[in-house]
C-alpha cells in the first residue's frame, strides 16, 4: 500500500510516515516545498504524479491567535486546500483520512462531544477547519475525519516543549485552569491512522490519548514528570486573554474507535512518560 502523507514536517505528519515505513507500507511525504495544498494544479500534478492508494492530510494552518488576524490565508490553507486534495482523492477514486479538531465544536457544557454533534465553532481557526470538514463530506465517499486535540510530538512545537522551555528561565508559571481536553502523542495516534487507513471504516471519529485534564493540570504533569520544581499558578482564561477564542469543554467521546474496532489510544499520563523519555533520547530535554 503507498500513502501520501502531507505536513511531513509537522509534528503528526512527521510520525505517520514513520509508521508507514515502520510497517513496510510505501509512505510518500509532502510538505509545501513539494506540494503547495493551496494550489490545485500542484496538489492534482503531485498526487497523480505519486499515485498513491490513500492520502492521509496533516498539513494545516495551527496557528490560533495568529488566525484571527489572517483569516484569508487560513481558509486557504484549512478549507481551500482540504477542497483541493479531496477532489485529487475523488479523481483517482482513493480514500482520505483529513486530521481535524476539537476546535469545531463551541466548547460548551462538560459532556464529552459526539462525532455527530453539531458543530459551531468559536474562532477563525475552528471555523476553517470545519469547512475543511465539510469539503470532505461532500466530495468523497471514502473518508475519514479524525478530530484531535492538545498534540504533542518529536518533531516541531507543542505545549510541553514550550513549558520545558519557560521552566529554563523561571521559576513560575501562570497556566489556564478552566479548560479541559485530553492530550494527544503524535506517535500513539499515527499507529491509530495507520490502522484506520487500510481499512474501510469510513466516517468522523476522535482521537486523542485517554483520560481528562485542564492545561493547569498538564503543566504540573509536565514538570513532575521531567522532575523539575517549577511553581504552576491557575489561572482564567479571562484573566489569560488570548486572542482566539478556545473552547473550555473539549471532552470527546472516543467509543466510536472501539465500536468500529480500533484500540484506543493510552493514557494521556502514559503518553507523556514516553514522551519526556524520547526527548530525553533525542537530548532534547
Known amino acids: 500500500m503507498k500513502v501520501l502523507v502531507t505536513g511531513v514536517k509537522g509534528q503528526l505528519g512527521y510520525d505517520v510516515v514513520k509508521e508507514l515505513e515502520k510497517r513496510g507500507l510505501e509512505a510518500v511525504g509532502v510538505d509545501i516545498e513539494e506540494m503547495d495544498i493551496t494550489d490545485a494544479c500542484s496538489v492534482e500534478s503531485v498526487i497523480s504524479q505519486a499515485s ?5 492530510h496533516c498539513a494545516a494552518y495551527t496557528a ?5 488576524d489572517n483569516e484569508e490565508i487560513c481558509r486557504k490553507v484549512n478549507a481551500d486546500g482540504t477542497r483541493n486534495i479531496a477532489c485529487v482523492c475523488k479523481a483517482l ?3 482520505m483520512i483529513y486530521i481535524s479538531t476539537d476546535y469545531v465544536f463551541d466548547g460548551e457544557g462538560t459532556r464529552p462531544w459526539e462525532p455527530e454533534d453539531e458543530r459551531r465553532p468559536v474562532s477563525v ?5 470545519y469547512e475543511g470538514e465539510l469539503a470532505v463530506q461532500e466530495i468523497l465517499e471514502k473518508y475519514f ?12 512545537k507543542n ?8 521552566a529554563q528561565t523561571r521559576d513560575t508559571l501562570t497556566v489556564v485552569n478552566d479548560q ?3 492530550p494527544t502523542y503524535t506517535y500513539d495516534l499515527a499507529k491509530l491512522l495507520v490502522d484506520m487507513i487500510q481499512t474501510e471504516k469510513y466516517g468522523i471519529y476522535h482521537a486523542t490519548n485517554e483520560g481528562i485534564c485542564t492545561w493547569h493540570e498538564f503543566a504540573c504533569a509536565i514538570f513532575r514528570t521531567a522532575g523539575l520544581q517549577i511553581n504552576v499558578l491557575p489561572v482564567t482564561s479571562a484573566e489569560y486573554a488570548a486572542k482566539a477564542k478556545r473552547p473550555f469543554n473539549s471532552r470527546m467521546s472516543k467509543e466510536k474507535l472501539t465500536e468500529m474496532g480500533f484500540e484506543k489510544l493510552p493514557s494521556w499520563q502514559d503518553a507523556l512518560e ?12
Do not use: C
Open 93 to 95: 477514486d482513493i480514500k
Open 125 to 129: 481557526y475552528g471555523q476553517t477547519k
Open 159 to 166: 505545549f510541553v516543549k514550550t513549558m520545558l522551555r519557560l
Open 145 to 156: 475525519i479524525v478530530r484531535i486535540a492538545w498534540v504533542f510530538g518529536i518533531n516541531g
Open 52 to 56: 498513491p492508494d490513500a492520502v492521509i
Open 274 to 285: 514516553r514522551y519526556v523519555e524520547a526527548l530525553r533520547d533525542q537530548a532534547q530535554l
Open 64 to 68: 490560533v491567535d495568529a488566525a484571527e
Open 180 to 182: 479541559f481536553g485530553s
